[in-house]
């Protein structure tokens, strides 16, 4: 059963972005800038690729790792996985080729996500 009510959350926050009423909060102080960075690795692997950079699943990966160390129940993995999708089906609509906008767009995500994993380190000794 409790398998049941799990799924029925993860299915629930896909479907509304929110989890519903009886759904077990997870949430972590930090989880914006974890939803953020998320987001900035999906729109990374997008662009990385479109622009030639012949990294295979790097950003994918890395993505994984993230979720390996802050996927601790099925409706945390949902939202990471969420976020990362956004952020890759966002800019797949925006940029068919690689152009100097989506260059720009690189290393602006590139630096943002810098900023944002060495600031969630700095927040745990």
Request: charged fraction near 25%.
């Amino acid at each position: 059963m409790k398998t049941v009510t799990v799924a029925a959350c993860v299915l629930s926050f896909a479907l509304i972005g929110a989890p519903p009423h009886g759904c077990a909060q997870d949430g972590k102080p930090y989880d914006e800038k974890l939803m953020r960075l998320s987001e900035v690795l999906g729109a990374v692997h997008y662009l990385r690729e479109l622009c030639g950079a012949n990294e295979g699943q790097y950003w994918r990966d890395r993505m994984r790792e993230l979720m390996d160390a802050e996927g601790s129940t099925a409706l945390r993995r949902a939202r990471l996985t969420r976020a990362f999708n956004q952020g890759y089906r966002s800019y797949s609509r925006t940029y068919i080729t690689c152009s100097p906008s989506a260059q720009t767009a690189i290393t602006r995500f590139l630096s943002e996500g810098s900023e944002i994993s060495e600031g969630l380190l700095k927040s745990f000794p």
